[in-house]
């Protein structure tokens, strides 16, 4: 789905946005693996606002999963298009990340989320959300676990602990470097939790947050500060 086909029926508030997360919920796919990790490629999303002068800048980086070398990056820049509101912040940054994942002139192979998938109050997260409305494979590496409990991982790189509300397991607690605190993984759309854990690993080789979070992040940020620069300009 474009960006122009999300904007044309895009709800404006809380109500009909949850109409539209029950609607879109029953459409996430669960029963495949997803992408083998290390091979293809995988691309991080994340997004930089200015409420103020109502902008937010969206970024999509594509790496080789291999290598971890980026080999193509965009950007977009929009209005606002949802208030905040804790657990629809899915729908303030979506059609931007639509936006510039369209602008990119290869498949993204995963979506790597700066957030949720199921591990949402709603089990509809943004990477549950992204992945439906785009089709693509998605997983979300939060950096926060949300409402959720989880027990402490071990201190080694790659322990995990099962995040849970209740008695289901809605992601996991992974630790991405000895002895520093987890990111919380859950599935988005088009693969499960381990191959989700497993695609997490390979991308932290040296820091807490995935290199996909970490490069989108940095570029989000300066596609913001450029959009300001040109309003101040004008």
Known sequence: MSHRQI?????TDERSARAVQDELRA??????????????????????????????????????AATLDVVEESTAVGRISFPYV???????EIPTVVAALDALHRGPGLVVCDGYGLAHPRRFG???????????????????????????PDAPRGSTAPLLD????????????DGVKPVYVSVGHRTNLDTACAHTLILTP?????????RADAL???????????????
């Open 86 to 92: 804790p657990g629809l912040l899915a729908f303030r």
């Open 7 to 11: 904007l044309a029926d895009w709800p």
């Open 27 to 64: 459409r996430v796919v669960l029963d495949e693996p997803g992408p083998p990790p290390g091979t293809g490629f995988v691309t991080g999303v994340d997004v930089a606002y200015d409420d103020e002068r109502d902008l937010v800048a969206a970024a999509a980086v594509v790496l080789d």
């Open 220 to 234: 989000c940020r300066r596609a913001l500060t450029e959009a300001q620069e040109g309003a101040t300009r004008a």
């Open 126 to 152: 943004l990477a549950s959300h992204l992945g439906v409305l785009t089709g693509l494979p998605t997983i979300g590496v939060a950096k926060n676990p949300f409402t959720f409990t989880h027990e402490e």
């Open 166 to 177: 209740g008695d289901e397991e809605v992601g996991r607690a992974l630790r991405t470097r």
């Open 206 to 214: 040296n820091y807490r947050q995935p290199e996909t979070t970490r």
